[in-house]
C-alpha cells in the first residue's frame, strides 16, 4: 500500500499542468468582452458585394432607415474603411465620436439609429487610410467590442467590395451573424465578381439572406417608363444558378443619388415612390425569414 501511494504521488508530481500563455488570456479577455458587447444585438446582417459600384452602401443605409422608421432599434456599422460612404448618406459628416468609460459612443442619427464609421474619426475628407490586415481586423474588432451599441435589433454591417480582410473580420468575429444580402447590378462584369461573394460567404459559413438586383432598370423623371440601362434579370439568373434565395429588383431613380450626396435617407424622404416600394419589399423578405429559413438558404 506504501509503495503504491508513493507511486501515485511521484505520478502526480511529475505530471505538469500547461498553463495558457500571456496571449491565450489576453485572447479569451477580448473574446469575452466582445461575446459581452454583442449580446445585446438581437440580429445581424451583413450587406456584401464583390464588386464596387452596385450601390452597396445605398442598400445598407436605407435597409437601416426602413428598419428604424418601423420602430426597430437600429445600428449600422461601416467597415469600408478606405472608402467610407454611411457619414456622407446619412448627413453625419463633420460629427466626431466621444468616449467614456464604458467605451465609445456611437453618432446618433435619429432615437431609433446609431452610426459606426472610420469617417468620424478623419481630420478631413480628403485624408486616406493606408492600413494594412491588421490594423483593418483591430478596427472592426474595437467596433463591436469598445463602441456601446446598447440594446438593438438589427445591427446592419456595410462592407467594402470584394472578399477581402475586411469581409472576412466581421464574418470571423461575428459566428452568430443572421446572414449576408449580396448586392449586385444586372450586368454580367458585375455579376462575374459578384458570384465570388457568395462563395466566400459558403467558405466561411455564413448564411445568404439572399441577392438584391439593384439598379435593375432607369424610372424616367419626366415620363416614368422605364429604361433597362444596365440590362434586368441577371441578378435573379445568378441567385437561381447559385442556388439562393432572390429578393427583389430595386431600379435606378435619379432621387436616390440627389438622397445619397444630400445626406437625406431616399427611404425617409419618399416613402411612395416605386423605388420605395421596392425597397419595402426586400425589407419584408428580411424580416419574415425564420431561422429555418436563414439555415435553407445559406446554400451551405
Not at 21 to 49: P, Y
Request: charged share 25%.
Amino acid at each position: 500500500m506504501k509503495k503504491e501511494k508513493e507511486s501515485i504521488h511521484g505520478k502526480s508530481c511529475s505530471t505538469k499542468m500547461k498553463l495558457p500563455s500571456k496571449d491565450e488570456i489576453e485572447e479569451l479577455k477580448e473574446k469575452r468582452a466582445l461575446q459581452d458587447n454583442i449580446i445585446r444585438i438581437k440580429h445581424k446582417i451583413i450587406v456584401l458585394s464583390g464588386k464596387g459600384g452596385v450601390g452597396k452602401s445605398t442598400v445598407a443605409t436605407n435597409v437601416a432607415i426602413a428598419l428604424s422608421l418601423r420602430g426597430q432599434k437600429v445600428g449600422i456599422m461601416d467597415i469600408d474603411i478606405h472608402g467610407p460612404s454611411v457619414p456622407k448618406m446619412l448627413g453625419l459628416e463633420g460629427n466626431t465620436l466621444r468616449g467614456t468609460e464604458t467605451g465609445l459612443t456611437p453618432i446618433v442619427y435619429s432615437d431609433n439609429l446609431r452610426v459606426m464609421s472610420i469617417g468620424f474619426m478623419l481630420r478631413t475628407q480628403n485624408d486616406a487610410v493606408i492600413w494594412r490586415a491588421p490594423l483593418k481586423h483591430k478596427l472592426i474588432r474595437d467596433f463591436l467590442t469598445d463602441v456601446t451599441w446598447g440594446d438593438l435589433d438589427y445591427l446592419i454591417i456595410d462592407s467594402p467590395p470584394g472578399t477581402g480582410d475586411e469581409p472576412l473580420s466581421v464574418a470571423q468575429l461575428l459566428e452568430d451573424a443572421d446572414g449576408a444580402v449580396i448586392v449586385t447590378t444586372p450586368q454580367d462584369v458585375a455579376l462575374i465578381d459578384v458570384r465570388k461573394a457568395i462563395t466566400f460567404c459558403r467558405q466561411v459559413n455564413l448564411p445568404i439572406f439572399g441577392v438584391v438586383e439593384n439598379m435593375s432598370g432607369f424610372i424616367c423623371p419626366h415620363c416614368g417608363k422605364t429604361v433597362n440601362i444596365f440590362k434586368a434579370g441577371g441578378g435573379e439568373s445568378m441567385a437561381s444558378d447559385m442556388e439562393v434565395p432572390f429578393l427583389g429588383r430595386i431600379p435606378l431613380e435619379p432621387k436616390i443619388v440627389d438622397a445619397g450626396d444630400s445626406g437625406r435617407p431616399y427611404l425617409e424622404y419618399n416613402q411612395e415612390s416605386e423605388t420605395a416600394k421596392a425597397f419595402n419589399r426586400v425589407i419584408e423578405q428580411l424580416l419574415g425569414l425564420t431561422p429555418q429559413q436563414k439555415s435553407a438558404a445559406s446554400g451551405v
